[in-house]
């Protein structure tokens, strides 16, 4: 059995778990299904990796989220849940249209309160926050476009301090990170974030591969020593 026959027992499996033990209200909904508007249709986290992400934030006691890549907000929405009433969320978008999607979902999901969606190329809107001196944050996301990982992640060092948490999403890519003869710019992307999260000794990682509603795909959860 390859990996595209199991797809359907992969979903059914995801489903399963989802209905018995994530809650998503309908704010949460319709940010889900507002990615199909966007400019990168159905690009948002499966809602179980949403609640996962959501722990983590709880499990850290972090209280601010930066995100790289917002699309409709649904992930932000977990996060801005996930930090409480006294935390916040800033989250990088490329695309003014999706933007607009997000700051429309986050107000439904009544959290606007402690989320900036800062529109513009992530690098350039991470660039700033440092020369800004922004406070520490306490996770980092990082879900936009996958050739600038390596980028992104330097931001996130400069943007964090000891005990910080950074997740790195889409690092599987249906298993084309270990195929050698590959032009796609999103896996050389991954292999480098990769590489230099290994060569830092300041930061413990690993991977995990994933399997579900969003097909073979994984993340990389690492922390600053
Ligand atoms: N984190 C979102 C979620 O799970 O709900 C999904 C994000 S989607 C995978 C990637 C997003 O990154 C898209 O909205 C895309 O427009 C955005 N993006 C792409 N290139 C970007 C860039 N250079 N700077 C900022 N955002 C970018």
Redesign the pocket.
């Known amino acids: 059995m390859n990996r595209y026959e199991s797809t359907s027992a992969w979903r059914d499996v995801d489903d399963y778990f989802i209905e018995a033990l994530v809650s998503e209200d309908e704010a949460l909904v319709a940010a889900r299904e507002s990615?199909a508007t966007?400019?990168?249709p159905n690009?948002?986290?499966a809602a179980n990796h949403g609640a996962l992400l959501g722990l983590l934030v709880q499990i850290a006691g972090a209280k601010r989220v930066l995100?790289?890549?917002?699309?409709?907000?649904?992930?932000?929405i977990w996060f801005a849940r996930a930090v409480g009433d006294d935390g916040n969320v800033i989250t990088?978008?490329?695309?003014e249209q999706?933007a607009a999607i997000a700051r429309e979902n986050i107000a439904r999901a009544e959290v606007q309160d402690r989320v900036e969606v800062r529109v513009g190329?992530?690098?350039d809107s991470a660039r700033e926050l440092i020369d800004s001196g922004a406070p520490p944050f306490d996770l980092v996301?990082i879900?936009?476009?996958k050739p600038?990982n390596p980028r992104y992640l330097e931001a996130a060092l400069e943007l964090t301090r000891s005990g910080a948490i950074i997740v790195i999403?889409?690092v599987v890519r249906d298993g084309a990170v270990v195929q050698p003869d590959t032009n796609d710019a999103r896996v050389h992307g991954v292999r480098e974030v990769v590489d230099d999260i290994s060569r830092n000794p300041g930061l413990e990682a690993t991977a995990l591969q994933t399997v579900g509603l969003k097909g073979w795909d994984g993340l990389i959860i690492a922390r600053r020593k």
């Open positions: 990615g966007t400019t990168m690009a948002e986290v995100e790289f890549g917002t699309l409709a907000g649904y992930s932000t990088l978008e490329l695309e999706n190329p992530a690098a996301f879900d936009a476009d600038s999403d889409n």
